[in-house]
């Protein structure tokens, strides 16, 4: 096994709970991911309530979805 040191900010060192004497790679890995997705996420429901999608029913929703796959399969 090999081992890698890196330099963390002490804001990210916070942020992604470093606070550990050992991290496995994994873990790391997945930490950064969470956060990217947790990012994603709330750019998706930014942009969502901009343009008007997060005042959709769920009726609305279903009814869109079915549209789409109607859509494909008389393609």
Request: aromatic letters at 6%.
């Amino acid at each position: 096994m090999r081992t890698v040191q890196l330099k963390v900010s002490e804001t990210d060192f916070q942020k992604y709970n470093l606070g550990v004497g050992e991290i496995k790679f994994t873990d790391l890995v997945e930490m950064i991911s969470r956060e990217y997705a947790r990012k994603a996420l709330l750019e998706c429901n930014e942009i969502a309530e901009q343009v008007g999608l997060s005042q959709m029913t769920m009726d609305e929703i279903n009814a869109e979805i079915k549209a789409v796959r109607d859509a494909k399969t008389h393609s």
